[in-house]
């Protein structure tokens, strides 16, 4: 399945989370009130809660430091209630769009509203398609200011100009040599040990997400837009 929606009717977010708070607490209640039987024809998600958790929010949970460096300081958490949703199903080779009419205070829902969004909705799909058909090239971005981010805590990659790691050579290897006397110790047997690459930006976002799904065309991916930040997926995995 694929699924695409925008213009929550209710934002949802956590700057830093807190040990001993329940991060949820406030969809989990609001689920409770707007939650609609599914309709078993259709793809799994019709609308609803949808964002982005990120690991940080396990201090929900646990106590462990925050990174020393956090160049972007994006929230923990970020979850918007969607109204409606275009719902691709790949191997029927089907699509649906469902709306389900809510006002923007979620107090009431009607089909009226559903109806109006619909169309609405409809008409920007047309406009999309009849450009495609006139070979009109589609409203780009491109004139947007990206802006920099402050790199001077992270370290050159030597031999790759402009790409950034979080990491210097030297306190890589440190690290490496520790997770070694961790096995050797017995304490583990495997580590995920990652570094940070970064590189400022030459393009809009959306326009990267369309290179990448060009080049990698991921069965997992994902474009999730917030404010002044867009983060892009493309996960290796596949179904066996």
């Excluded at 009226?112 to 969004?117: P, T, Y």
């Excluded at 050579?169 to 580590?191: H, N, T, V």
């Excluded at 991916?221 to 596949?238: I, K």
Aim: proline share 6%.
């Amino acid at each position: 399945y694929s699924y695409l929606m925008c213009n929550p009717l209710k934002r949802f977010q956590i700057q830093q989370a807190r040990l001993g708070t329940d991060p949820f607490e406030t969809i989990r209640r609001l689920h409770r009130d707007l939650w609609r039987p599914a309709i078993s024809e259709l793809p799994p998600f019709q609308g609803g809660f949808a964002g982005l958790l990120s690991y940080e929010l396990g201090r929900s949970w646990e106590q462990f430091p925050r990174a020393i460096n956090d160049e972007f300081g994006l929230p923990d958490l970020a979850v918007g209630f969607y109204d409606w949703v275009i719902a691709w199903d790949h191997q029927q080779h089907r699509a649906w769009l469902i709306v389900h009419g809510f006002d923007v205070t979620l107090n009431s829902q009607c089909s009226d509203q559903a109806a109006r969004r619909l169309r609405e909705i409809k008409r920007r799909i047309d406009a999309v398609i009849l450009q495609q058909r006139n070979h009109v090239p589609p409203q780009s971005n491109q004139g947007m200011r990206l802006e920099q981010k402050d790199l001077s805590a992270c370290h050159e990659v030597d031999g790759f100009p402009g790409i950034f790691s979080n990491f210097s050579k030297d306190e890589f290897l440190r690290r490496i040599e520790r997770i070694i006397e961790y096995i050797y110790a017995g304490d583990i047997f495997q580590a995920n040990f990652s570094q940070r690459l970064l590189s400022p930006a030459t393009m809009p976002a959306a326009d990267l997400y369309l290179n990448l799904r060009s080049r990698n065309a991921a069965p997992f991916a994902g474009y999730f837009a917030w404010d002044d930040w867009t983060v892009l997926s493309a996960s290796p995995e596949r179904f066996l």
